[in-house]
T-cell receptor, first 113, second 118 residues
């Protein structure tokens, strides 16, 4: 069964550093998403991406965040200057269209120290 | 904006017994999707079951079934014959049925931690 692949599974970074979280969505999917889950809390929407542009973003997704689909297969989330409160599990997801369900990746656990 | 409420932070069930997890939601839309996701200790998000609001029939997937009450905006998950592997955090989620990518985001509840006792 097709999977959404996320790398790395765990990343530790120093406060103020830039990080890039990588995702390979399912190949025939058209809609891509990033979600965040702070430990012990609910899963929160960050951003959706369709047709090579952001279609919606949440209040969390401020100027420190950016997304890119650089080569037609990868979908990346960049955090320019990490803060301690960015420590969380970050999930990538993709879907074909509204009539289809999401497929989530296994997540990247980001720890900012 | 839509909201999803899971009023049970924790639940427990004996192996082989049945348990029901509650979820309510608030929306002004008439068509939408509802989901239950399972998150085991590995923290991967696994789709358990999906319900389209326009379908009156409750969705069923093997031992998992839902009780969808549209008028009451209630969407509970029933797990029958509970197994040790069912132990996980369960999230209820809502998604609009809209056009364009902006309407496809999921809104999650805070989750219910299910413990299965042998």
């Amino acid at each position: 069964e097709p999977e959404v692949t996320q790398t790395p599974s765990h990343q530790v970074t120093q406060m103020g550093q830039e990080v890039i979280l990588r995702c390979v969505p399912i190949s025939n999917h058209l809609y891509f998403y990033w979600y965040r889950q702070i430990l012990g809390q609910k899963v929160e929407f960050l951003v959706s991406f369709y047709n090579n542009e952001i279609s919606e973003k949440s209040e969390i997704f401020d100027d420190q965040f950016s997304v890119e689909r650089p080569d037609g297969s990868n979908f990346t989330l960049k955090i320019r200057s990490t803060k301690l409160e960015d420590s969380a599990m970050y999930f990538c997801a993709s879907s074909r269209a509204s009539l289809y369900g999401y497929t989530f990746g296994s997540g990247t656990r980001l720890t900012v120290v | 904006a839509q909201t999803v409420t899971q009023s049970q932070p924790e639940m427990s069930v004996q192996e082989a017994e049945t348990v029901t997890l509650s979820c309510t939601y608030d929306t002004s839309e008439s068509d939408y999707y509802l989901f239950w996701y399972k998150q085991p200790p590995s923290r991967q998000m696994i789709l358990v079951i999906r319900q389209e609001a326009y379908k009156q029939q409750n969705a069923t997937e093997n031992r998992f079934s839902v009780n969808f009450q549209k008028a009451a905006k209630s969407f509970s998950l029933k797990i029958s014959d509970s197994q040790l592997g069912d132990a996980a955090m369960y999230f209820c989620a809502y998604r609009s049925l809209g056009s364009g990518g902006s309407n496809y985001k999921l809104t999650f509840g805070k989750g219910t931690l299910l413990t299965v006792n042998p």
